[in-house]
């Protein structure tokens, strides 16, 4: 049974960093894609960043790039997101997601074929 599970959410005041951590346990499978995308209250889910192996070539959304870096290591069991410069509208429930399709960047949820629980993100203004 493929895991993904969070951490590293939490409570943080406008311009403070927090740092995500996703961690990929159980079953085999290729994990050619892993990403973030977050759920605001009445939003739909949104894109956050992707990285996609090989290379590790990254991926972000125009409201969080040159704030966020995406990373992971080369087992690809875990998948870290640094938080930058945040800002109130970013507080939403991150969740990491896994694709298993090659070559296909999940810009979009529906492309993502794992889910974690999600972790909360609170920016305070």
């Known amino acids: 049974q493929v895991q993904l599970v969070e951490s590293g959410g939490g409570l943080v005041q406008a311009g403070d960093s927090l740092r995500l951590s996703c961690a990929a346990s159980?079953?085999?499978?290729?994990?050619?894609?892993m990403g973030w995308f977050r759920r605001a209250p009445g939003k739909e889910n949104e894109f956050v960043a992707a990285?996609?192996?090989?290379?590790?070539?990254?991926y972000y959304s125009d409201s969080v790039k040159g704030r966020f870096t995406i990373s992971g290591d080369n087992a690809k069991n875990t998948v870290f997101l640094q938080m930058n410069m945040l800002r109130p509208e970013d507080t939403a429930v991150y969740s990491c997601?896994?694709?298993?399709?090659?070559?296909?960047?999940?810009?979009?949820?529906?492309?993502?074929?794992?889910w974690g629980h999600g972790t909360q993100v609170t920016v305070s203004s």
């Open positions: 997601g896994a694709s298993t399709s090659f070559g296909i960047v999940p810009w979009s949820a529906r492309q993502i074929d794992y």
């Open positions: 159980g079953g085999t499978f290729n994990r050619e894609c």
């Open positions: 990285i996609c192996w090989p290379p590790g070539d990254t």
